[in-house]
Structures are given as structure tokens and as C-alpha cells.
């Protein structure tokens, strides 16, 4: 299994501002993740954190906006840029181990005023 | 594109009763899996039950099993003996078997278990 911790839980930031949200593991893990879960919805993938090298983001998301590092196989940040009241939502990092098996953090809240 | 949708946004259940979530999809894709996640107030994404698609019998965890139905591309979770504890967001989620671990998540079903 694997533990993961994230700091912030949770911030209210003002708009133009940036947070970098902290997603660290227990274990070495082999992938990693970051998702946006909107007020009232779904989980929708940001990017998959690479380590050593610059994150693989989906379509929508950007590096200019958020991005990520992933300096070893245990810690990896997103960074909200600039930010908005549309990025008032929760951010969850989630990690796929050597066993395959899949665990996602407890979630950062954000709120944007 | 992969798709997956909960036409269910609440659903309430008395204790010790059974409730089902339904849950479809769209794939073009043969070889995936599927799985409900629970997420209670703590915000904690818990995996309830996971099903491959290339297995015909359907996946049980204890009081949680599904009705996967590959040619309709649904996959349903039955709740049996309904605790109070199982009140959470229920999400059904797609994964392709590609190595990716990228899922595609559902809306989400809100269960309500009414003591």
C-alpha cells in the first residue's frame, strides 16, 4: 500500500496569487498524478508528474498554469499560477505503485476570492 | 472518446437494506478496466470494487458486488446490508488497459443511508 500526504489540506488565496500544493509518499512509487475535482463534480486529470523530466499534461491544462515537479519517486508539487475563482477546487495527487495498485491523497482544498 | 456517466446525483437507502448505482460508459476499446471508488466527507478516494473487462464473472468485495454488462457497456454496484458507514460519493471510473493509469471518472452518486 502506499500513504500519501498533501499540504496544504486546504488555503483561501486571493485572485493573481500562486500555491503549490505538496503531494509526498510513503514508498517509492511509480507514477504519479494530479487531479482537479470542481465544486459538486467529477475528478478530471491534470497532468501525469514525470520525475526528472517536465510533466504530460491533458488537454485543457498547461504547463504555464500549473506547473509540476517531480524531483524523485516519493514528492511531487502542482503549482496553481495566477490564479482565478474557476480554480476554486479540490487538487488530489494520486500514485501508482510498483504492485500496480492505485491510492490517491486526502485533497487540497482551495478556495480563490 | 472515453466517456463514463451516473445518471443517479443522489440516492438514499434505509440501513440493512440493498441499494444498486448504475453506471455506463463508452469505449470502442475491448481490453479495460472499470472500478467504484467511495469518497466520504474526509475527502479520502477509497477503491470499493474493481472489475477487468475480459472477465465475464462479475467482482464481489464482501457486501459490494456489480452487474457488468460488456455488450450494454454497464457496470452497476449493488450494496447489500446497507450500513451507515457506506454514506458517501460513489464514482464509477474507466481506465484503458494501456499502462497509462489515467482514469476517466463519472459525475458521481451521492448515498444517503437513513437510519
Known amino acids: 500500500s502506499a500513504v500519501i500526504s498533501q499540504k496544504p489540506s486546504r488555503d483561501i488565496c486571493q485572485r493573481g496569487t500562486s500555491l503549490t500544493i505538496q503531494c509526498q509518499v510513503d514508498s517509492q512509487v511509480t507514477m504519479m498524478f494530479w487531479y482537479r475535482q470542481q465544486p459538486g463534480q467529477s475528478l478530471t486529470l491534470i497532468a501525469t508528474?514525470?520525475?526528472?523530466?517536465?510533466?504530460?499534461?491533458e488537454s485543457g491544462f498547461v504547463i504555464d498554469k500549473f506547473p509540476i515537479s517531480r524531483p524523485n519517486l516519493t514528492f511531487s508539487t502542482l503549482t496553481v499560477s495566477n490564479m482565478s475563482p474557476e480554480d476554486s477546487s479540490i487538487y488530489l495527487c494520486s500514485v501508482v505503485t510498483a504492485s500496480y495498485e492505485q491510492y490517491f491523497g486526502p485533497g487540497t482544498r482551495l478556495t480563490v476570492t | 472518446a472515453q466517456t463514463v456517466t451516473q445518471s443517479q446525483p443522489e440516492m438514499s437507502v434505509q440501513e440493512a437494506e440493498t441499494v444498486t448505482l448504475s453506471c455506463t460508459y463508452d469505449?470502442?476499446?475491448?481490453?479495460?478496466?472499470l472500478f467504484w471508488y467511495k469518497q466520504p466527507p474526509s475527502r479520502q478516494m477509497i477503491l470499493v470494487i474493481r472489475?477487468?473487462?475480459?472477465?465475464?464473472q462479475n467482482a464481489t468485495e464482501n457486501r459490494f458486488s456489480v452487474n457488468f454488462q460488456k455488450a450494454a457497456k454497464s457496470f452497476s454496484l449493488k450494496i447489500s446490508d446497507s450500513q451507515l458507514g457506506d454514506a458517501a460519493m460513489y464514482f464509477c471510473?474507466?481506465?484503458?488497459?494501456?499502462?497509462?493509469?489515467?482514469?476517466?471518472f463519472g459525475t458521481g452518486t451521492r448515498l444517503k443511508v437513513l437510519a
Open positions: 508528474a514525470n520525475q526528472g523530466s517536465e510533466a504530460t499534461y
Open positions: 471510473a474507466y481506465n484503458l488497459d494501456s499502462g497509462t493509469y489515467k482514469y476517466i
Open positions: 472489475q477487468e473487462a475480459y472477465k465475464q
Open positions: 469505449t470502442s476499446e475491448s481490453d479495460y478496466y
